[in-house]
């Protein structure tokens, strides 16, 4: 499942330096996934991207997309890796969070940064990284099905 859109920031989860009610004036300390121990996102730290809520167009639980679904999101040469990590409004689409805008060399500042469009969001519906919040499982797990995706054999089998 892919899309191209802009980049939003999202800063909500765990209050940080940078991601809090002050630098983000649309902040809200959940998200709609949580943590293995509960605790909501740190969007600072954690690459994720933000997925519309179900809607009459999308509905992402319909699609096999879960919290912790293994996503990429590449823009210019560059790419991260990450896992679903919030919902937004149903008819909204192009958010990730402050660690993915910046790991993508994208200002991550919630009130100007982001991307006016060229971003592209590639999520692998069934594949969760465990635990959500562990940045490593989402990018060994999001390479090697990204290098399935290219050689064109995604699905056929467990990821390499």
């Known amino acids: 499942m892919h899309w191209t859109a802009d980049l939003d920031i999202d800063?909500?989860?765990?209050?940080?330096?940078?991601?809090?009610?002050?630098?983000?004036?649309?902040?809200?300390?959940?998200?709609?996934?949580?943590?293995?121990?509960?605790?909501?996102?740190?969007?600072?730290?954690?690459?994720?991207?933000?997925?519309?809520?179900?809607?009459?167009?999308?509905?992402?639980?319909?699609?096999?997309?879960?919290?912790?679904?293994?996503?990429?999101?590449?823009?210019?040469?560059?790419?991260?890796?990450?896992?679903?990590?919030?919902?937004?409004p149903a008819d909204t689409i192009g958010e990730a969070s402050y660690a993915a805008a910046e790991a993508l060399g994208i200002d991550p500042h919630p009130g100007r940064g982001g991307a006016a469009s060229g971003v592209t969001y590639i999520l692998f519906p069934g594949a969760r990284a465990e635990p959500v919040e562990n940045r490593a499982a989402a990018t060994a797990l999001g390479e090697a099905l990204a290098r399935e995706l290219v050689a064109g054999t995604l699905g056929a089998g467990t990821p390499s």
């Not at 800063?11 to 002050?22: E, K, L, S, V």
Request: some cysteine; overall charge negative.
């Open 11 to 88: 800063c909500d989860g765990i209050r940080t330096a940078h991601c809090h009610p002050g630098s983000d004036p649309y902040f809200q300390p959940t998200t709609a996934f949580t943590q293995s121990d509960g605790r909501y996102l740190n969007s600072e730290e954690l690459p994720f991207v933000v997925v519309p809520a179900p809607g009459p167009r999308w509905n992402y639980w319909a699609s096999g997309i879960r919290g912790g679904t293994v996503a990429a999101v590449v823009h210019r040469d560059r790419v991260v890796y990450g896992v679903v990590g919030d919902t937004g």
